[in-house]
C-alpha cells in the first residue's frame, strides 16, 4: 500500500494502466472507479454501490457477481478484449464520468436544495 498520492501521480497511474479494476466486497460511491473512467479506463467491478451506474457492462467493463476468482480472470479477459476491439469501451467510459464532473453534480445538487444552486 502506498498511502496517500498526489493527484498528478493517481493521473499518470490511471493513464498508464490497462485497465481498473474493484473487488470490493462493499463501498460507498468509488470515487476511485470515477476517476479511472475520466481517464477512459474499462473498468471490471464487483457489485458495489455505484457500479452499475458507471459501468455498461460489455461497453466500457464488467460487473462481476461472484467471488469466484476464475470469473474475476474471465471478466478481466473479456474487457482487455473490449479494449482491443475499438475506442467505443474508452468513449463510453468519458460520457459515464461526465455525468460525474464537478459542473454536473453542483446543477443536481442544486435541484435538490436550492442553497447549493450555482449563483447567477
Known amino acids: 500500500m502506498e498511502g496517500f498520492l498526489a493527484p498528478q501521480e493517481v493521473y499518470k497511474r490511471l493513464v498508464a494502466a490497462d485497465l481498473y479494476l474493484c473487488a470490493s466486497y462493499r463501498e460507498g460511491w468509488s470515487v476511485a472507479m470515477t476517476e479511472a473512467l475520466g481517464c477512459g479506463k474499462i473498468c471490471v467491478s464487483t457489485p458495489v454501490s455505484g457500479a452499475g451506474n458507471m459501468i455498461d457492462?460489455?461497453?466500457?467493463?464488467?460487473?462481476?457477481d461472484s467471488r469466484d476468482p476464475v470469473a474475476f480472470a474471465q471478466a478481466i479477459d473479456d474487457a482487455l478484449d473490449l479494449k482491443a476491439r475499438s475506442t467505443a469501451s474508452e468513449q463510453r467510459s468519458l460520457e459515464l464520468a461526465r455525468?460525474?464532473?464537478t459542473e454536473t453534480l453542483a446543477g443536481d445538487w442544486g435541484a435538490?436544495?436550492?442553497?447549493?444552486?450555482?449563483?447567477?
Open 99 to 101: 455525468q460525474y464532473s
Open 57 to 64: 457492462d460489455g461497453v466500457n467493463g464488467r460487473i462481476v
Open 112 to 120: 435538490l436544495w436550492r442553497p447549493l444552486a450555482a449563483k447567477e
